[in-house]
């Protein structure tokens, strides 16, 4: 069979797709040899390396500055020309019903939280519930992204979607699993002290990175930092205000965007994970933490509980004492500790790449 993937997304892009793209296409292409696979990359890009050269991988470079226009004008004439039988679009799929296809949708947030979002964002996804609809099938991540779904009449019937979590990449390990001169190196690189609490996510509104500075003062641990790993993103919080404060700006350390081996290494090196996130459709990075040996502290709402189950200590993203209370109780308390940090590594394991690949082929085949 001949299965087109939008992945106009892999080199640049949204964090989670390309999260996505990134580690879910060695799987497919790994597990299932057997099909023909046509890529489908942003031109723009066409001078990085894709690394992938079976045979049976084409690689087609397309316009791609916008995916909904993309989707909608550009790829429906490239699927026709190369005979692609089934196509998976990044949440935005084609009008055309000359082929089958697949509409992986990581969350409609915008739509149960629009304050979390520019106008400009909700009228560019406002055609999505139109295109969606036209989707032989629909890819949700969680059961809290397709109950949101079939809310918002996104499927013509709830047994259209299908739900693939999202896996974790291996490089995320606990620290006596790292190399230690590597660990002191991204230690020194972005200058991180022995204890800090870790946030990793786009520097948005929606994650709540404003509370989490306003817990800081709270913390038992007065010589505890926090480190903030991530770019801005749309919607900005206003942090300038708080970091005024010199009980926060003392303790606080940005290190703006950093590589993915880089990243593994902040990961192992924290002592407490905080994401107090408003509002998530998976929820990536707390995984990501647990899978490196970090205790987790997220909010208790959305997609979160589902993801992190009882590995997790939850709080209430709206009350920065919640925060600090949870964050507290890992610091003070070792047996919780000890507890939440295996439980932690126990439930990463849970989560694949592998699994999600076989997930969204499973979804594939019922298209056709």
């Given at each position: 069979?001949?299965?087109?993937?939008?992945?106009?997304?892999?080199?640049?892009?949204?964090?989670?797709?390309?999260?996505?793209?990134q580690?879910?296409?060695?799987e497919?292409?790994?597990?299932?040899?057997?099909h023909?696979?046509?890529?489908?990359?942003?031109?723009?890009d066409?001078?990085?390396?894709?690394?992938?050269?079976?045979?049976?991988?084409?690689i087609?470079?397309?316009?791609?500055?916008?995916?909904?226009?993309?989707n909608?004008?550009v790829?429906?004439?490239?699927?026709?020309?190369?005979?692609?039988?089934?196509?998976?679009?990044?949440?935005?799929?084609?009008?055309?019903?000359?082929?089958?296809?697949?509409?992986?949708?990581?969350?409609?947030?915008?739509?149960?939280?629009?304050?979390?979002?520019?106008?400009?964002?909700?009228?560019?996804?406002?055609?999505?519930?139109?295109?969606?609809?036209?989707?032989?099938?629909?890819?949700?991540?969680?059961?809290?992204?397709?109950?949101?779904?079939?809310?918002?009449?996104?499927?013509?019937?709830?047994?259209?979607?299908?739900?693939?979590?999202?896996?974790?990449?291996?490089?995320f390990?606990?620290?006596?699993q790292?190399?230690?001169?590597?660990?002191?190196?991204?230690?020194?690189?972005?200058?991180?002290?022995?204890?800090?609490?870790?946030?990793?996510?786009?520097?948005?509104?929606?994650?709540?990175?404003?509370?989490?500075?306003r817990?800081?003062?709270?913390?038992?641990?007065?010589?505890?930092?926090?480190?903030?790993?991530?770019?801005?993103?749309?919607?900005?919080?206003?942090?300038q205000?708080?970091?005024?404060?010199?009980?926060?700006?003392?303790?606080?350390?940005?290190?703006?965007?950093?590589?993915?081996?880089?990243?593994?290494?902040?990961?192992?090196?924290a002592?407490?994970?905080?994401?107090?996130?408003?509002?998530?459709g998976?929820?990536?990075?707390?995984?990501?933490?647990?899978?490196?040996?970090?205790?987790?502290?997220v909010?208790?709402?959305?997609?979160?509980?589902?993801?992190?189950?009882?590995?997790?200590?939850y709080?209430?993203?709206?009350?920065?004492?919640?925060?600090?209370?949870?964050i507290?109780?890992?610091?003070?308390?070792?047996?919780?500790?000890?507890?939440?940090?295996?439980a932690?590594?126990?439930?990463?394991?849970?989560?694949?790449?592998?699994?999600?690949?076989?997930?969204l082929?499973?979804?594939?085949?019922?298209?056709?």
């Amino acid at each position: 069979m001949r299965i087109g993937i939008d992945a106009k997304s892999y080199f640049q892009g949204p964090v989670s797709t390309r999260i996505v793209l990134q580690n879910i296409l060695p799987e497919l292409f790994k597990q299932y040899p057997e099909h023909e696979w046509i890529i489908f990359l942003d031109k723009k890009d066409k001078h990085r390396h894709f690394p992938f050269t079976q045979k049976n991988i084409t690689i087609q470079y397309v316009w791609g500055n916008n995916n909904m226009l993309s989707n909608l004008f550009v790829l429906p004439r490239h699927l026709k020309r190369l005979k692609v039988e089934i196509i998976v679009f990044q949440m935005f799929p084609a009008f055309s019903s000359k082929f089958a296809s697949v509409a992986f949708i990581h969350d409609v947030l915008f739509r149960d939280f629009p304050q979390f979002f520019t106008l400009k964002e909700r009228l560019y996804f406002s055609p999505m519930r139109r295109l969606t609809r036209r989707a032989t099938r629909i890819v949700a991540t969680t059961s809290y992204v397709t109950q949101a779904l079939v809310k918002f009449n996104y499927a013509q019937h709830p047994s259209q979607i299908d739900i693939v979590p999202l896996g974790v990449s291996p490089e995320f390990k606990p620290a006596e699993q790292h190399d230690n001169n590597r660990l002191k190196q991204v230690g020194e690189k972005f200058g991180l002290p022995r204890n800090f609490i870790l946030f990793v996510g786009r520097l948005n509104v929606r994650k709540n990175i404003e509370n989490l500075l306003r817990a800081v003062p709270l913390l038992s641990d007065k010589s505890t930092a926090i480190v903030i790993v991530g770019k801005e993103d749309w919607k900005l919080p206003n942090l300038q205000s708080l970091l005024l404060d010199p009980q926060i700006k003392r303790r606080i350390i940005f290190t703006g965007g950093v590589t993915n081996e880089e990243l593994a290494g902040i990961y192992a090196l924290a002592r407490v994970f905080c994401f107090p996130s408003h509002a998530e459709g998976f929820g990536l990075p707390p995984l990501e933490a647990m899978a490196s040996g970090v205790p987790a502290v997220v909010s208790d709402r959305t997609a979160l509980p589902e993801v992190c189950g009882d590995a997790a200590v939850y709080i209430n993203p709206e009350k920065p004492e919640s925060i600090a209370a949870a964050i507290n109780l890992l610091l003070t308390n070792e047996n919780m500790y000890k507890l939440k940090q295996n439980a932690g590594l126990k439930r990463s394991m849970l989560f694949s790449w592998k699994k999600s690949a076989d997930k969204l082929m499973e979804s594939i085949m019922k298209s056709v």
